[in-house]
């Protein structure tokens, strides 16, 4: 059972960056393929990005594109998200999943995670 934690959000000023961090525990972290997801107050929660377990591969909403970077740590079994350029819109919550399986699949779907942490909030102040 894959237990993930995220951390690192908080309240920031439109233009600004902040770094969220994902801590997974209970399978071997570099195994995973990870992503992170956010939903916004009165929306359905949505595709931010997310990389592959094997060779690292990215892939981002256009929304975040160029704004945002994903990356893992798999020594420290940490997933992170360093977000710059923040605008108002990105005001979310912010959740990160994981994926246990092998198989192809699509890395902004949803239902492809089967774990998934309680998220944290980032408010973007305009």
């Known amino acids: 059972q894959v237990q993930l934690v995220e951390s690192g959000g908080g309240l920031v000023q439109a233009g600004g960056s902040l770094r969220l961090s994902c801590a997974a525990s209970?399978?071997?972290?570099?195994?995973?393929?990870m992503g992170w997801f956010r939903q916004a107050p009165g929306k359905e929660r949505e595709f931010v990005a997310a990389?592959?377990?094997?060779?690292?591969?990215?892939y981002y909403a256009e929304s975040v594109k160029g704004r945002f970077t994903v990356y893992r740590d798999n020594l420290k079994n940490t997933l992170y998200l360093q977000m710059s350029a923040l605008k108002p819109e990105d005001t979310a919550i912010y959740y990160c999943?994981?994926?246990?399986?092998?198989?192809?699949?699509?890395?902004?779907?949803?239902?492809?995670?089967?774990?998934w942490g309680q998220g944290t909030q980032v408010t973007v102040s305009s």
């Open positions: 999943a994981s994926r246990g399986r092998s198989t192809a699949y699509n890395p902004s779907r949803q239902s492809e995670y089967d774990a």
């Open positions: 209970g399978r071997t972290f570099s195994s995973l393929a």
């Open positions: 990389i592959t377990r094997t060779y690292g591969s990215t």
